[in-house]
Nanobody, 136 residues
Framework: QLQVVESGGGWVQPGGSLNLSCVGSGFVTEYYAIGWFRQAPGKEREGLACINSMDMSSVAGSTYYADSVAGRFTISRDNSKNTVYLQMNNLKPEDTATYYC????????????????????????WGQGTQVTVGS
């Protein structure tokens, strides 16, 4: 059973930083596309940052960042810990949301590019989410 668990959320003041963790179990994360998504109350889910497997990066892209977070958020892997991180810097109040990670096998026919998946993920393993609140 593929599972991912998010952690690292919390409350920060505007301009602060958080580092979220997505730990996989039941699978080896380095071979999967992993994405970070968020959903705020009353808003649709938004793909923020996604990273592809090394095997698929040359044909389907390596990473994707949404314009809203590009330059502020960085997605990275620590394969020794079966973990994917989302380093979030210069946080803004509009970043307040529940943050989720998801894993997707990138060798499926419907997985075309990391960008396409990040914008419209399907048939993925999702975590429970971790809350990020940015405010005074």
């Amino acid at each position: 059973q593929l599972q991912v668990v998010e952690s690292g959320g919390g409350w920060v003041q505007p301009g602060g930083s958080l580092n979220l963790s997505c730990v996989g179990s039941g699978f080896v994360t380095e071979y999967y596309a992993i994405g970070w998504f968020r959903q705020a109350p009353g808003k649709e889910r938004e793909g923020l940052a996604c990273i592809n497997s090394m095997d698929m990066s040359s044909v389907a892209g390596s990473t994707y960042y949404a314009d809203s977070v590009a330059g502020r958020f960085t997605i990275s892997r620590d394969n020794s810990k079966n973990t994917v991180y989302l380093q979030m810097n210069n946080l803004k109040p509009e970043d307040t949301a529940t943050y989720y990670c998801a894993a997707e096998a990138p060798w499926t026919l419907e997985f075309t590019t990391i960008q396409a998946w990040c914008l419209a993920p399907n048939n993925d393993a999702w975590g429970q989410g971790t809350q990020v609140t940015v405010g005074s």
